[in-house]
């Protein structure tokens, strides 16, 4: 398994931008393609975007598109997620995960982070 860690949460107005790091250990972190989800209060967690093991392949949800840009390191064992033009809504935190699969789905993720809140101030 592999140990995840987040950084890089805070406040932040509207309109702002904000980057947040995933730190990897244990396991290979390039043998794993890794995820980004967020959950606001009350809600269920929510797809944001993953990339593909080398870097080379991203999706993101219609929701964050055009507006956030995941990118790893490997070399660092790093993940990020640059998040551009922020919106009230994108207020949640943000967890980052990895897993075997290219997928969007939470389930298809073996490790997770314990998460960093953004929030997005009105």
């Known amino acids: 398994q592999v140990q995840l860690v987040e950084s890089g949460g805070g406040l932040v107005q509207v309109g702002g931008s904000l980057r947040l790091s995933c730190a990897a250990s244990?396991?290979?972190?390039?043998?794993?393609?890794m995820g980004w989800f967020r959950q606001a209060p009350g809600k269920e967690r929510e797809y944001v975007g993953h990339?593909?093991?080398?870097?080379?392949?991203?999706y993101y949800a219609d929701s964050v598109k055009g507006r956030f840009t995941i990118s790893r390191d490997n070399a660092k064992n790093l993940v990020y997620l640059q998040m551009n033009s922020l919106k009230s809504e994108d207020t949640a935190v943000y967890y980052c995960?990895?897993?075997?699969?290219?997928?969007?789905?939470?389930?298809?993720?073996?490790?997770w982070g314990q998460g960093t809140q953004v929030t997005v101030s009105s």
């Open positions: 995960a990895a897993g075997p699969l290219l997928s969007p789905v939470a389930t298809a993720y073996r490790d």
């Open positions: 990339i593909s093991r080398s870097g080379s392949r991203t």
């Open positions: 244990g396991r290979t972190f390039s043998s794993d393609h």
